[in-house]
């Protein structure tokens, strides 16, 4: 394709004028960049199918309608990273060990915001050089770029690199970002950014009287809202002060003053970065005799990360022991909070902890997990947490949990599982798949066989959606999933043929989900719950309960086994909560499961759920 042949299509009014612009910067051999299918080179035109032939990296000779080539392609400079890769590899090899930080720039005009270094790490690790090579290299590259005062190199990876304007130096850029902060987040980052160029202290010298002004105004205005950023401030202060040389500069404020006034030690920590939270600690065991029982209670409180620091510096000062016990009657009484959970499951192999914590990892604590992640549901709907996440996404903890655990205590835990209304039903589905493979006789409850005599009582509401589910399964999607096996069939060899791998997989989950809800359906009986017994909590009845530590009232309505709605109360009669609830009568006290243990409530009214409409909270 020559300018010539595009102004002859242009003239033919076969492309606009702003298409042939287009085309004028994608002629043979240039660069481009799709939206959906990444970097390619242009190869050719053929002007008699009307088509631009694009090397894309997963697609070579990819063709594109020239219309839609000069609509959707991004021209892309010579110049740029990934250019400069295919059209020299070796010659951008070469640069990359002569000269590394200059890839760096490369990488920053090339990609802008986006010049992130897992941006870098993504181009250029196994495609340009080794990833074992790859960490030596970007570490040379950061040494290199730290003698060019316009290179910007980020201290996280998913922040770009950049390239200051002008003649603007770093240590100016720096003093700009103090003198205008606004507040004392901003305040903090910019100071400590400077004290990590100490050598320079001269320069902010003149500065200190309005710094350290300035920082004592933010320390009064933050000390009663936020404690953790006061903390931080007079930590960042004190290391000012010894910097910088002239009178006497602590702040008339100590940090145990703060911890003093804290209402929740645990809040605090989980707002400090951790490796500042080891400052703390030797601080509060110095001047609290109940040191100890400060940093227990605060592990209640606190995120999984800081209950990591506080558990070493426990166990540092010999408290390992008390530890272990605590836990195990956290995870029997079912009090640990979602935070620790999360903590025992992730931490399970640290050798830091493998004296004790393996003994932890037991049915009963993955009972206390689905009981905690339940409990959560029903009181703020159906939204994943770190713990929930990370019992999806670690393919190998259900059946660390479950190993030991005998079939009995295997199929309670499943039909727990089954009930919970924390997870969506494809996640119930990978969750139940993992038990299977410790213990392949809880298939049946699965399925959604139920044991011989058993029946489920269901609304007839949701017996009408499993019907839907069924019938779209049956007459769409399986259908559906036909056609594409069939037209993934047709285009060619069957090894390498990834649309035809993915139809098939598709196919196997379509028809197991046909089975499932086949057996489901034949052992369910619908029902109105009209004829439902309120002198006592029963299937079919909505029950006003009353927290007695709070006074906080709430209504359940106890219905269908496939009833479960969170966020209106609605729970199945075969859930946790329900059985504690069942056959109890009004103004009896019931202690209910939760996240933080079992909580005490008193039922004040019991009434039939049909036609009941008041909101779930009263």
């Known amino acids: 394709m020559t300018k010539e042949e595009l102004d002859t299509l242009a003239a033919s009014e076969q492309l606009s004028e702003e298409h042939k612009q287009n085309l004028e910067k994608l002629l043979?051999?240039?660069?481009?960049?799709?939206?959906?299918?990444?970097?390619?080179?242009?190869?050719?035109?053929?002007?008699?199918?009307?088509?631009?032939?694009?090397?894309?990296?997963?697609?070579?000779?990819?063709?594109?309608?020239?219309?839609?080539?000069?609509?959707?392609?991004?021209?892309?400079?010579?110049?740029?990273?990934?250019?400069?890769?295919?059209?020299?590899?070796?010659?951008?090899?070469?640069?990359?060990?002569?000269?590394?930080?200059?890839?760096?720039?490369?990488?920053?005009?090339?990609?802008?915001?986006?010049?992130?270094?897992?941006?870098?790490?993504?181009?250029?690790?196994?495609r340009v050089i080794p990833k074992a090579e790859?960490?030596?290299?970007?570490?040379?590259?950061?040494?290199?770029?730290?003698?060019?005062?316009?290179?910007?190199?980020?201290?996280?990876?998913?922040?770009?690199?950049?390239?200051?304007?002008?003649?603007?130096?770093?240590?100016?850029?720096?003093?700009?970002?103090?003198?205008?902060?606004?507040?004392?987040?901003?305040?903090?980052?910019?100071?400590?950014?400077?004290?990590?160029?100490?050598?320079?202290?001269?320069?902010?010298?003149?500065?200190?009287?309005?710094?350290?002004?300035?920082?004592?105004?933010?320390?009064?205005?933050?000390?009663?809202?936020?404690?953790?950023?006061?903390?931080?401030?007079?930590?960042?202060?004190?290391?000012?002060?010894k910097l910088c040389q002239g009178p006497s500069l602590a702040s008339p404020i100590r940090i145990e003053e703060l911890v003093r006034e804290?209402?929740?030690?645990?809040?605090?920590?989980?707002?400090?970065?951790?490796?500042?939270?080891?400052?703390?600690?030797?601080?509060?065991?110095?001047?609290?005799?109940?040191?100890?029982?400060?940093?227990l209670r605060s592990i209640d409180t606190t995120s999984a990360k800081s209950i990591r620091e506080v558990i070493g510096f426990l166990i540092k000062e010999g408290h390992g022991g008390e530890l272990k016990t605590i836990f195990q009657q956290k995870v029997q009484d079912q009090t640990a909070s979602s935070n620790l959970l999360?903590?025992?499951?992730?931490?399970?192999?640290?050798?830091?902890?493998?004296?004790?914590?393996?003994?932890?990892?037991?049915?009963?604590?993955?009972?206390?997990?689905?009981?905690?992640?339940?409990?959560?549901?029903?009181?703020?709907?159906?939204?994943?947490n770190p713990l929930q996440e990370y019992l999806i996404s670690d393919q190998e903890l259900i059946p660390n949990l479950i190993e030991k655990c005998d079939y009995e205590e295997i199929r309670d835990l499943t039909k727990s599982l089954l009930l919970n209304p924390a997870f969506e039903e494809l996640d119930k589905r990978s969750l139940i798949a993992r038990i299977i493979k410790v213990c392949p006789a809880v298939q049946s409850l699965i399925t959604g066989k139920q044991e011989k005599g058993e029946t489920l009582l269901v609304s007839w509401e949701s017996l009408e959606r499993r019907k839907k589910e069924y019938d779209e399964i049956v007459y769409k999607k399986i259908p559906a999933n036909s056609q594409e096996i069939k037209l993934a069939r047709s285009y060619g060899d069957l090894r390498e043929n990834h649309e035809f791998k993915a139809a098939k997989e598709m196919q196997g989950i379509l028809h197991r989900q046909k089975l499932e809800l086949e057996l489901m359906l034949a052992n369910a009986r619908g029902t109105?719950?009209?004829?439902?017994?309120?002198?006592?909590?029963?299937?079919?009845?909505?029950?006003?309960?009353?927290?007695?530590?709070?006074?906080?009232?709430?209504?359940?309505?106890?219905?269908?086994?496939?009833?479960?709605?969170?966020?209106?109360?609605v729970i199945s009669y075969q859930s946790a909560l329900a059985k504690a609830l069942m056959k109890k009568k009004v103004g009896e006290v019931v202690m209910l499961p939760g996240d933080q243990g079992e909580r005490p409530v008193k039922i004040l009214e019991i009434q039939p759920a049909i036609g009941k409409t008041e909101s779930s909270n009263v």
Not at 359 to 375: C, D
């Open 28 to 126: 043979p051999g240039s660069f481009c960049l799709h939206r959906s299918w990444g970097f390619g080179q242009v190869q050719k035109y053929d002007l008699a199918l009307g088509q631009v032939i694009i090397d894309f990296m997963q697609k070579p000779g990819h063709p594109m309608q020239i219309r839609y080539a000069a609509e959707s392609l991004n021209p892309m400079p010579p110049e740029h990273l990934l250019a400069r890769i295919a059209s020299d590899k070796e010659g951008f090899l070469g640069e990359m060990k002569k000269n590394p930080a200059s890839i760096l720039r490369i990488h920053a005009l090339s990609f802008g915001e986006n010049a992130t270094l897992e941006k870098l790490e993504m181009e250029l690790s196994d």
């Open 134 to 241: 790859y960490k030596k290299w970007l570490s040379s590259a950061k040494r290199q770029a730290r003698k060019d005062p316009q290179l910007v190199i980020p201290t996280r990876k998913n922040h770009p690199v950049r390239l200051r304007e002008g003649n603007n130096t770093e240590e100016n850029e720096i003093l700009a970002e103090i003198t205008d902060a606004k507040n004392l987040k901003a305040l903090l980052a910019a100071v400590e950014r400077f004290l990590k160029k100490s050598s320079s202290a001269a320069s902010l010298q003149p500065l200190l009287p309005d710094i350290l002004a300035q920082l004592d105004q933010f320390i009064q205005q933050n000390r009663p809202k936020n404690p953790a950023a006061t903390i931080e401030a007079l930590w960042v202060r004190d290391d000012l002060a």
């Open 262 to 295: 804290v209402h929740s030690l645990g809040e605090v920590l989980g707002n400090i970065p951790t490796h500042k939270q080891r400052l703390l600690f030797p601080l509060i065991k110095q001047h609290f005799p109940d040191w100890k029982e400060r940093l």
């Open 342 to 384: 999360y903590w025992i499951t992730s931490s399970r192999a640290d050798p830091t902890f493998a004296e004790w914590l393996p003994e932890l990892i037991s049915g009963r604590l993955f009972s206390t997990i689905l009981s905690n992640l339940e409990k959560l549901a029903v009181e703020q709907g159906r939204r994943k």
């Open 528 to 569: 109105d719950f009209a004829d439902a017994d309120a002198s006592s909590v029963n299937i079919g009845t909505a029950v006003r309960v009353q927290f007695t530590n709070d006074g906080h009232e709430f209504i359940y309505k106890i219905l269908g086994a496939w009833d479960s709605n969170p966020d209106e109360g």
